[in-house]
T-cell receptor
Framework: SQQGEEDPQALSIQEGENATMNCSYK?????LQWYRQNSGRGLVHLIL?????REKHSGRLRVTLDTSKKSSSLLITASRAADTASYFC????????????FGKGITLSVRP | KAGVTQTPRYLIKTRGQQVTLSCSPI?????VSWYQQTPGQGLQFLFE???????NKGNFPGRFSGRQFSNSRSEMNVSTLELGDSALYLC????????????FGPGTRLTVL
């Protein structure tokens, strides 16, 4: 079963605009991660935020985490056509031998 | 450092056959996880291996099995293939069996006819 659920399922924006993607989850987590996947290829790790963190930045990426609402958001600023991809949030459950559970992903299209 | 490699990249099989997929982790990484990705179910965790031992297992039937060798390379096997096994199979490696950052291979696209 999916732990993380992303919202929206698909997003289409113009180059230069900001893209905001949301992820909600159900149980307590150790950390939440965002990955990108280009057209049926392997996933690339973007950013990780731990349960005791509220915000992290990496280049044009900004991730927030609200553990009280069990939600996270990924903001991509000044989007580029090359950002066109599927984005997944993944959560590591709190507990021993936990595994990474992925959502179904958000398809982002950035129009040139 | 070379990334995670998976072989073969594409595979076509017929129902009832079996298949073995291979994954070579990043040098020095000792943990390998496998995932199945389909349009309907998304990314589903199959299993994780560390030091040749299965550390974690997802909710897949016993037809799905795996193993890890002393050099950390891993294989997964699917027996008695079904049409629904058509998917992209991804493996990911990490240094230790934590899930901090997983490094994914390009995947093996399996088509079952």
């Amino acid at each position: 079963s999916q732990q993380g659920e992303e919202d929206p399922q698909a997003l289409s924006i113009q180059e230069g605009e900001n893209a905001t993607m949301n992820c909600s989850y159900k149980t307590s987590i150790n950390n939440l991660q965002w990955y990108r996947q280009n057209s049926g290829r392997g996933l690339v790790h973007l950013i990780l935020i731990r349960s005791n963190e509220r915000e992290k930045h990496s280049g044009r990426l900004r991730v927030t985490l609200d553990t009280s609402k069990k939600s996270s958001s990924l903001l991509i600023t000044a989007s580029r056509a090359a950002d066109t991809a599927s984005y997944f949030c993944a959560t590591e459950g709190a507990g021993a031998n936990s595994k990474l559970t992925f959502g179904k992903g958000i398809t982002l299209s950035v129009r040139p | 450092k070379a990334g995670v490699t998976q072989t073969p990249r594409y595979l076509i099989k017929t129902r009832g056959q079996q298949v073995t997929l291979s994954c070579s982790p990043i040098s020095g990484h000792r943990s390998v996880s496998w995932y199945q990705q389909t349009p309907g179910q998304g990314l589903q965790f199959l299993f994780e291996y560390f030091s040749e031992t299965q550390r974690n297992k997802g909710n897949f039937p016993g037809r799905f099995s795996g193993r890890q060798f002393s050099n950390s390379r891993s294989e997964m096997n699917v027996s008695t293939l079904e049409l629904g096994d058509s998917a992209l199979y991804l493996c990911a490696s990490t240094l230790q069996p934590s899930t901090d950052t997983q490094y994914f291979g390009p995947g093996t696209r399996l088509t079952v006819l």
